[in-house]
């Protein structure tokens, strides 16, 4: 059966934005094929050139996860984790009335459930607020306006056996505070998340779909940059 890709991840660049905690990622040219034409490698008239890029960056840059480490000392790593976490059904909520700062709450979850047309049951949970949209061009904003993801509605996925859910912002908590409600009791729940989801409008309206999300094999990863793809039938 024919299949659609939907590409859920942001393009990693230089100094792009990063959460408020975290340093921006460096990721510059390393070496160019105009400087490698001084190696003399390959043949006459045919040399052989090359690029390779500098990367130096927090495992928390772009679109990732957070491994349980994370936020528990005593947690697994990513590279521990296992790659069932990462994949699976999927569903995408259309919460996109929420604005900047505001709260997701358990009446906003249940209402989209109902509108989404799928019984949320062990599925990873995509949450589409419109943030990263209507921010694109705002790099203050992407930092300091997402809105957050109550410890109730959080709760409420957990109960529905959702092991996995993801956001469009830097976090899941609102940057106006240093609480990390949600952080903490993904923590003792033994559940985490993805953060810097895009084109989460593009799924909205598609009932149950597959979602992939794997991290690089990070030894001791405390998360890990992925690129995330929703799977659709055609």
Known sequence: MAKRIID???LIEDNMPSHKLFQSPIYLPAQTHEQTLAFGLGVEGDPMTFQTNFIGMLDHVGTHVDAFLHTN???ASVDQMPLEMFMGKAVCFDLQHIGDLEDITVAHMEEAEEKSGVKVDGHIVL???GFHKRNINDPQKLVWGNPGLTTEATRWLYDRGSRMHGVEGPSTDKPSNNIFAQHRLCRDLGISHYEWLVNLEE???EGEFEFIG???KFKDGSGSPVRA????DA
Do not use: D, E, Q, R
């Open 8 to 10: 859920l991840s942001m």
């Open 73 to 75: 000392p005593k947690g």
């Open 127 to 129: 949450l589409c607020t």
């Open 203 to 205: 799924l909205i309206g």
């Open 214 to 216: 794997l991290p690089i």
């Open 229 to 232: 793809i929703a799977v659709l």
